[in-house]
C-alpha cells in the first residue's frame, strides 16, 4: 500500500483510508465481528483502501480475532490481499455481457456486425 513503517497500529491508521462508498459497510462488518463473543460471525469482505499515493485499489480482507475465555477481544490479525486486477476483470466481463445481449437483441445491428466481421476481417474478442 506504500505505508511500510509509517502505518501505525491503530484503527483509524487502516478506516481513514477506507473509500467513503465503502466506510459504513467495512466499519459494521467489523464492528460486528469484534462484538460476536462467539467467534462465529467471520471477517471476510472486499473492499477499496487509499494507497499512500493517493489511488484506491480494491482488496480482500479476511481476518481472525484472539479473544479471551469470555470471548472479549484482544488482538485482530487480518491478511489483504489487492484484488483490483480482478475486480477489473469482473466489471469487463459484466459489461461485454450487456454489449452482447443487446446486439442479439438488436437484428439489424447484428447483421452489420457479422457482415463487418465476414468482409472486413474484424473479429469479436471475449
Known sequence: MGYECDFPNLLSSWSDKLHPDDFDRVITAFAAHLNDRTGKIPYSLEYQLRLKSGEYRWFYAGGETLRDKNGVPLRV??????ITKKKIKLQLEK?????????????????IIFYNITNKGFCIVQ
Open 77 to 82: 490479525a487480518d491478511t489483504l490481499k489487492d
Open 95 to 111: 459489461e461485454c455481457e450487456k454489449c452482447s445481449l443487446a446486439l442479439l437483441n438488436n437484428n439489424e445491428f447484428t447483421r
